[in-house]
Every structure is written in C-alpha cells, then in structure tokens.
C-alpha cells in the first residue's frame, strides 16, 4: 500500500467517525448505533449498511438519460479526475473558485460542512460529501430531502449546482434550515440562465430575486454571478449546434455536446471580468448565494 493510499484512507476513515456524532436516522431521526457493516436506528429499527467507508441510508437509483450516462461513464472512469479535467478545463462554464468562496466564510478542518449532492469531486478532504449516487467522493447516500443529520447539527450546507436537480429545493432548503446551527451557513451556486441538462434530471431555474424567495427567512450574507455573458453565449451556442446536428438522437446530441464542449471551452476564460459583479446577475447563467441562519435570539420558545 502506498503512502498516498493510507492517507487517502485514514482520512476517509477520519471523516466518517467525526460525522458519526452528528448522523440521525432519516426516517425517525432517532439516534443510530454501529456496527462495523452497518448503522442501526434504536427508535425504528431500520439498518444502514456501511460499505467501503461509506453509509447507504438510501439504495442508488439507476442513471435514467443518456447525457447523465455518458457522465456517468466519464465520471467512474476518470474519478476525481473527471472534476479536474471535465469541470474545471473541458466544461464550457467559466471556473467559479467554489473552494476559495467557501474558505473565505468557513473552515471545513475545524467545522462540520456537508456537500450536498457532492458527486465524484470532493471539494475539500474535510468535507462530508452526501448524494443520492455513490461516487467515491461520497460518504453519506441519502436523499436530500431527507437528510441524516441531527436537527442545528451543522456549521454548513453546500452545493454547486444540485438544487436545479431536485424536485423540490424548498425541502431540501428546508433540511439545510432544519441541520443547520444556528448562525450555521447555507451556500448554494444555481443556474439561472441555462439550457435543460439532465443528471439524472433537471426542474428548476432560480434569479436572484427567486434565491432570495427560496431562502426565505436565511439572512442574505453574499450574492453574485459565478459565470457571466461569455458562458451564457457559449453554452447556448452548443445547445444549439448539439440539438442542430444530431436531428433527434439523444445519444448523438450527448456525443456532439461533449466533442463541442472540448473544441470550443477556452473561449470561456474571455468571462473573466465579467464574473463575480453583481450588475451581470441579471444575465447570469449560474448565482452563487451564501445564507446564514438566524441565530436565536433569547430563550428557545
Ligand atoms: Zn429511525
């Protein structure tokens, strides 16, 4: 075994006795108890099983669109490299500094900060990484609408474009509101101008007003465009030659969509100054919102 190898484990190993305390059963949220294969709920009995360092508190569905399987694919095959490669260089989509942005608010070493619906790429070695898929990033598998944490258990709640992909983001906002400590943060980057894409599906758009709307009752601590009119353009631009040329075929449209992707993504880098300035949002193709969660003001009612 390598050096590398042990760290990686160790610190997989780390993260999930530092969760433990924290993690309630989903359906009751009564407390749990472990074994070394499995999480038990003492208040229903329901069993979690526990594989390669991980806790399914849900089974993983099937990929269902043909996009989402070519990502899938790419992302098994490619593992935390996919993030690297696709997202940050290959993706059409000007590189938002996620990490950086968190950072400047939080310390994911010394504070309890969940990834919700975290995928192949983990953001941060400390972060809890939670998604309905068990990629290798992942460390709770749960529904987010449903989360297995104790009530103002959290310090914060991430995600970088997930909540487009849920039914219903005002649950999971809600779970955000419910794991959160008070003060705790919530800290989400959603499209807003943006072509449909599946993974596994796609429902929702949100403007800054609308963020606002759907952070109800969050004090807002920080709002701005995380790609700007470059982006838009571009990926408009590829929506459209992909639905042109491949003439109804799904598998085709993916195909050409990725090929596109890769010939035409360094034109994004011409976003730079557009990035990050608050009078782009209108035009924004993705907001990134930071929430903070009242904190309680005298006795608990
Ligand atoms: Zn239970």
Redesign the pocket.
């Known amino acids: 075994m390598t050096p590398t190898l042990t760290a990686a484990s160790d610190i997989a190993a780390a993260r999930l006795e530092r969760i433990k305390p924290i993690l309630a059963?989903p359906?009751?949220r009564?407390d749990l108890t472990y074994a070394t294969d499995a999480a038990m709920?003492a208040?229903?009995d329901?069993q979690f099983p526990i594989r390669n360092g991980r806790i399914y508190f849900v089974d993983v569905p099937e990929r269902s669109d043909e996009l989402d399987r070519v990502k899938g694919f790419f992302k098994r095959l490619l593992g935390r490299y996919y993030h690297a490669i696709g997202i940050n260089i290959v993706a059409p989509v000007y590189p938002f500094g996620y990490l950086r942005r968190v950072r400047r608010h939080l310390d994911p070493a010394r504070q309890i900060v969940v990834d919700l619906g975290c995928g192949s790429h983990r953001i941060d070695d400390h972060m809890i990484g939670a998604d309905i898929f068990d990629y290798d990033a992942v460390d709770v598998v749960c529904d987010l609408a449903a989360l297995p944490f104790r009530s103002s258990g959290l310090d914060a709640l991430v995600s970088v474009s997930v909540l487009e992909h849920v039914r219903d983001p005002k649950v999971v906002i809600a779970e955000c509101k419910r794991c959160a400590k008070p003060g705790g943060l919530s800290m989400h980057l959603i499209p807003f101008l943006y072509p449909f894409h599946a993974s596994p599906f796609d429902f929702h758009r949100y403007t800054h007003k609308g963020q606002e709307v759907l952070l109800d009752g969050w004090e807002t601590v920080e709002q701005s465009n995380a790609a700007g009119p470059v982006t838009l353009m571009l990926i408009c631009l590829i929506e459209f030659l992909s639905i042109l040329l491949s003439f109804g075929h799904q598998k085709l449209k993916a195909l050409i969509n990725l090929m596109l992707c890769g010939l035409l993504f360094p034109i994004k880098f011409l976003d730079f100054p557009f990035v990050d300035r608050k009078s782009f949002m209108t035009l924004a193709p993705t907001i990134f919102i930071v929430g903070r969660k009242p904190a309680v003001r005298g006795p608990t009612p």
Do not use: V
């Open positions: 059963c359906t009751c009564g709920c208040a229903c329901l």
